[in-house]
């Protein structure tokens, strides 16, 4: 099901599309996340993109109209998507090529728009939001999508929402409006048939954890590997510094080979995938480690997915932790190179992602990683 959201900013069009997302299980976007991932790219039309960006002037309709047509033909929006932000005019709305099937209208007062962001904008303390901004913006929207909203109309794909009320009510009746209902046998209409497996790689303070982070928060089941090793140090009380964290590892890995931490976590693995379509594994590093869960996972796709981060930047992220903020070093590296073997494994990359940006940045990424993965 292919789905553009049309509203003031303010009106609820990320909170739906996001529960929408989950429950019919389509990529959510916006322009704004497709602009942003063109101008990282270093060829003319991303360079393009970055300095419109930067001087703050809108990318005209042609070239829009042509860069969200070509973005939305990747194979993870075959299945449909919820697209945000676009079209943003009537010229592109008649130019959009994607057979859209419904149009959803959040209808919010100015009133309304101006309480709700200006709440948001105390609240977020943003700089470049002043109300006299936000009235104007207000107004602008309201000139323009008066036509677009006439021409999905006459397509009769409009649907239109009350986004004056509570979350959960709108959210059911954009449910009621696509025909579905939140019960199972038809929320779950679409299924991801292959399980698969996300393998983040990456040496020390490259970005792990902060990886986890974010797909925990698209509530992905996250399997801690080095979660063996922290959790002895605490329990015994040792101190967490290289030489103990070496010291543990080896021991492990005579006992059980160098795959030993796919061994000692096979089972846990197997009891989330049960449950889940997509999982992700924090810190598998050896190759024995991935050729032993190939092995025993028959059936489950593993992506392997590396962060690179510079050495500098690296050691200043663990220096600042809280936490094993004495773990790092050369030797460390070494370690994880050779003696884990590591090396394979980061030189087998499904995917490889450079964490030496901001934390947007990184997320963007790894939303990008996510959709190719879960929805092609």
């Not at 047509?69 to 959009?96: C, M, V, W």
């Given at each position: 099901?292919?789905?553009?959201?049309?509203?003031?900013?303010?009106?609820?069009?990320?909170?739906?599309g996001?529960?929408?997302?989950r429950?019919?299980?389509?990529?959510?976007?916006?322009?704004?996340?497709?602009?942003?991932?063109?101008?990282?790219?270093?060829n003319?039309?991303?360079?393009y993109?970055?300095?419109?960006?930067?001087?703050g002037l809108?990318?005209?309709?042609?070239?829009?109209?042509?860069?969200?047509?070509?973005?939305?033909?990747?194979p993870?929006?075959?299945?449909?998507?919820?697209?945000?932000?676009?079209?943003?005019?009537?010229?592109?709305?008649?130019?959009?090529?994607?057979n859209?099937?419904?149009?959803?209208l959040?209808?919010?007062?100015?009133?309304?728009?101006?309480?709700r962001?200006?709440?948001?904008?105390s609240?977020?303390?943003?700089?470049d939001?002043?109300l006299i901004?936000?009235r104007?913006?207000?107004?602008?929207?309201?000139?323009?999508i008066?036509?677009?909203i006439?021409?999905?109309?006459?397509e009769?794909?409009l649907i239109?929402?009350?986004?004056?009320?509570?979350?959960r009510?709108?959210?059911q009746e954009?449910?009621?409006?696509?025909g579905?209902?939140?019960?199972?046998?038809?929320?779950?209409?679409?299924?991801?048939k292959?399980k698969?497996?996300?393998?983040?790689?990456?040496l020390?303070?490259?970005?792990?954890?902060?990886a986890?982070t974010?797909?925990?928060?698209?509530?992905?089941?996250i399997?801690?590997?080095?979660?063996?090793?922290n959790?002895?140090?605490?329990?015994?009380?040792?101190?967490?510094?290289?030489?103990t964290h070496?010291?543990?590892?080896?021991?492990?890995?005579?006992?059980?080979?160098?795959?030993?931490?796919?061994v000692?976590?096979?089972?846990?693995?197997?009891?989330?995938?049960?449950?889940?379509t997509?999982?992700?594994?924090?810190?598998?590093?050896?190759?024995?480690e991935?050729a032993?869960?190939?092995?025993?996972?028959?059936?489950v796709k593993?992506?392997?997915?590396?962060?690179?981060?510079?050495?500098e930047l690296?050691y200043?992220?663990?220096?600042n932790r809280?936490?094993?903020s004495?773990?790092?070093?050369?030797?460390?590296?070494?370690?994880?190179?050779?003696e884990?073997?590591?090396g394979?494994?980061?030189?087998s990359?499904?995917?490889?992602?450079?964490?030496?940006?901001?934390?947007?940045?990184?997320?963007?990424?790894?939303?990008?990683?996510?959709?190719?993965i879960?929805?092609s």
């Amino acid at each position: 099901m292919k789905i553009i959201l049309i509203g003031i900013q303010g009106s609820g069009k990320s909170t739906q599309g996001n529960l929408l997302s989950r429950q019919l299980k389509i990529p959510y976007l916006s322009t704004g996340h497709i602009f942003r991932e063109i101008a990282k790219k270093k060829n003319k039309i991303g360079r393009y993109i970055k300095l419109i960006m930067n001087t703050g002037l809108l990318v005209p309709d042609i070239k829009t109209i042509e860069i969200v047509n070509s973005y939305i033909s990747k194979p993870e929006y075959k299945n449909g998507y919820i697209l945000d932000g676009f079209p943003r005019t009537l010229n592109q709305a008649k130019h959009f090529k994607n057979n859209v099937d419904k149009v959803i209208l959040f209808e919010l007062s100015h009133q309304d728009a101006l309480w709700r962001l200006s709440h948001r904008v105390s609240v977020e303390n943003r700089d470049d939001d002043t109300l006299i901004a936000l009235r104007k913006r207000v107004e602008l929207f309201d000139k323009t999508i008066k036509p677009i909203i006439r021409f999905y109309e006459k397509e009769r794909k409009l649907i239109t929402i009350d986004a004056k009320k509570p979350i959960r009510t709108i959210n059911q009746e954009i449910l009621n409006s696509l025909g579905k209902k939140r019960v199972k046998n038809q929320i779950k209409e679409w299924q991801k048939k292959k399980k698969s497996i996300i393998a983040i790689v990456g040496l020390h303070g490259s970005g792990k954890t902060e990886a986890a982070t974010y797909f925990r928060k698209k509530e992905v089941p996250i399997v801690t590997f080095g979660d063996i090793v922290n959790n002895y140090i605490d329990k015994n009380k040792l101190a967490h510094n290289e030489e103990t964290h070496r010291r543990i590892r080896n021991d492990l890995r005579i006992e059980y080979g160098k795959e030993a931490f796919a061994v000692l976590n096979l089972e846990k693995i197997k009891e989330v995938l049960k449950k889940n379509t997509v999982i992700v594994i924090d810190g598998l590093r050896s190759w024995e480690e991935y050729a032993y869960l190939k092995k025993h996972l028959l059936g489950v796709k593993i992506h392997l997915l590396v962060l690179f981060t510079y050495k500098e930047l690296r050691y200043r992220r663990i220096r600042n932790r809280k936490y094993k903020s004495r773990v790092y070093g050369k030797n460390r590296d070494w370690s994880e190179i050779f003696e884990s073997n590591m090396g394979p494994t980061i030189a087998s990359a499904d995917f490889i992602i450079d964490n030496n940006q901001t934390r947007d940045e990184l997320y963007d990424n790894l939303e990008h990683v996510f959709r190719i993965i879960y929805y092609s």
